[in-house]
């Protein structure tokens, strides 16, 4: 079993900045791809980024890219997403998941492909 837990999430101003944090522990060693996903109020989640266990590999949704960076240091078992110039439509819940399978093998961006989610963090950016 691994257990995820988001911090980090807050109201931020649109153009403002927010780094989310996801720290792991239990059996870290299982751990593959991450991602990152979030879920509107009556929307689908979406996948917002997700990245490789070495970090070599990164997947982005065209609507954070250029704006949100995702990183792990696996010393810390620890995720980021670092999330700049937030707009309104950033306003969600934020998860934090892993697989137990490696990067190259799952469709990164799918929910069912995350084997362990966090209890989620709240973004809200105001306009």
């Known amino acids: 079993q691994v257990q995820l837990g988001e911090s980090g999430g807050g109201v931020v101003q649109a153009g403002g900045s927010l780094r989310l944090s996801c720290v792991a522990s239990g059996r870290t060693f299982s751990m593959y791809a991450m991602g990152w996903f979030r879920q509107a109020p009556g929307k689908e989640r979406d996948i917002v980024a997700a990245?490789?266990?070495?970090?070599?590999?990164?997947y982005y949704a065209d609507s954070v890219k250029g704006r949100f960076t995702i990183s792990r240091d696996n010393a810390k078992n620890t995720m980021y997403l670092q999330m700049n110039s937030l707009k309104p439509e950033d306003t969600a819940v934020y998860y934090c998941?892993?697989?137990?399978?490696?990067?190259?093998?799952?469709?990164?961006?799918?929910?069912?492909?995350?084997?362990?989610w966090g209890q989620g963090t709240q973004v809200t950016v105001s306009s």
């Open positions: 998941a892993t697989s137990s399978r490696p990067f190259a093998t799952v469709q990164y961006d799918a929910p069912r492909s995350y084997d362990y």
């Open positions: 990245i490789s266990w070495n970090g070599g590999r990164t």
